[in-house]
């Protein structure tokens, strides 16, 4: 990265970075915990599924809105205001007992979520030069894999300690999800030092960019069919090990932090095979291979097989994940990257609202196997998708000029 070291946004970068990886320590623990504190407070399956989708119904509704928005008035505040909103609904996660307070503080959750990763991928492309720029998505992405193993290490015993010494809350989960806020608010320090140069007045947001995107809605395809098939499984994946194969806490802790480990270590080999076959083509096999790793998890009964198979399974499916939102942001002019941003996010939480209800009904329905198989079937499709449309295009060199790419100074 010598490049961005000498960068003159290399300080605004450190502190994106740094909030980045508080951020993905939160991730880490509170998904760890969060259904596991669902089933505790004695809320059935088909509600629990429903409270998953939650976030993305209503990411459909400021999508649009937030990026548009975050163009016209530059990534800092987006970035600020998301993470308070984060830290805000996951204080009433762990306090709530009652369905509708549970489901207000995953509803801002949700809606934080949304508005600082639509204004990340911007971010990162403004940042960054086109030789770069592979390589800065392919390091926030590892950071945020990076903080997930820890968090999800120290998350492991968490419910002992607050148990333990001091227990908060409704359930034995809720202390480790309150802590998380913790780490949230926390996020918000390193933001508020980012310097962002006054942004010239874009007009109407919807002139200028959508005639030079036109494959705006072929590329956010693809994250419609990956959206359903993540929220099929992915959210539910410590159930499975947990009622399945009946591990511990600590060992869906040690299980889900092995992981993070892996996929951080294989974001940064990504752009090194991306430089021999093509970002997109790097895409699909990774994400092909990891499909038959998820397959062999739903069709062994063994423990250990199921748990090497998941840590595959995750870093292949994530480590070309940057690559595809790098390609995508190079589709489109500066100044309308975050509304892009936003309809790749808007497209991405409403495959997440469909599956996260579906996987529900399949859980219930035809057992925890049911979930796993058809998130194959919906990535099987997204990821065919993404090499026939997209490969032969990523050979073509990118019409617009890279220096476009810093005409104004973000987050």
Not at 116 to 123: D, E, G, K, Q, V
Not at 154 to 159: H, Q
Not at 231 to 247: C, D, G, K, M, T
């Amino acid at each position: 990265m010598r490049t961005l070291q000498r960068s003159r946004y290399t300080r605004n970068v450190r502190l994106f970075l740094i909030a980045m990886a508080l951020h993905g320590l939160s991730s880490a623990i509170y998904g760890l915990w969060l259904n596991l504190h669902l089933l505790d407070l004695g809320y059935p399956r088909g509600l629990m599924g429903a409270l998953n989708a939650l976030p993305s119904a209503i990411a459909l509704g400021i999508g649009l809105p937030a990026g548009w928005w975050t163009d016209r008035i530059g990534r800092r505040p987006m970035l600020i205001l998301g993470s308070l909103m984060m830290a805000i609904g996951t204080v009433g996660v762990g306090l709530g007992i009652s369905p509708v307070w549970v489901g207000v503080g995953i509803g801002l959750i949700g809606a934080g979520y949304n508005l600082f990763f639509i204004a990340y991928a911007p971010f990162l492309a403004e940042n960054a030069s086109g030789a770069e720029r592979a390589r800065l998505f392919a390091l926030a992405s590892a950071v945020l894999f990076w903080a997930g193993f820890v968090g999800e290490g120290i998350g492991s015993m968490l419910p002992d300690l607050f148990r333990a010494f001091t227990p908060l809350g409704p359930t034995i989960y809720a202390g480790p999800i309150l802590f998380t806020a913790l780490l949230d608010f926390m996020a918000v320090l390193p933001l508020l030092g980012i310097r962002e140069a006054p942004r010239r007045s874009p007009g109407n947001p919807t002139m200028g960019w959508p005639k030079r995107a036109l494959g705006v809605p072929a590329m956010a395809f693809p994250n419609l069919m990956l959206g359903i098939g993540a929220a099929l499984s992915i959210p539910f994946l410590n159930v499975y090990f947990h009622e399945r194969y009946q591990l511990d806490d600590s060992m869906l802790g040690v299980l889900f932090a092995l992981t993070s480990a892996f996929t951080g270590l294989a974001t940064l080999l990504a752009p090194r095979i991306a430089r021999w076959i093509g970002r997109i083509a790097t895409v699909a096999l990774t994400q092909g291979l990891s499909i038959g790793f998820l397959v062999g998890m739903a069709l062994t009964d063994q423990a250990a097989l199921a748990a090497v198979a998941m840590v595959l399974r995750g870093a292949l499916m994530n480590m070309a994940s940057p690559l595809y939102i790098e390609f995508c942001m190079e589709q489109v002019p500066a100044s309308g990257r975050a509304a892009v941003s936003g309809i790749l996010n808007l497209t991405w939480e409403a495959g997440w609202m469909v599956g996260a209800v579906l996987s529900g009904f399949l859980q219930q329905q035809y057992g925890l196997d049911s979930m796993l198989l058809a998130t194959a079937v919906f990535y099987g499709v997204g990821t065919l998708y993404q090499y026939l449309a997209f490969a032969s295009r990523d050979r073509v060199e990118v019409a617009y000029p890279q220096g476009a790419v810093r005409q104004q100074v973000s987050c």
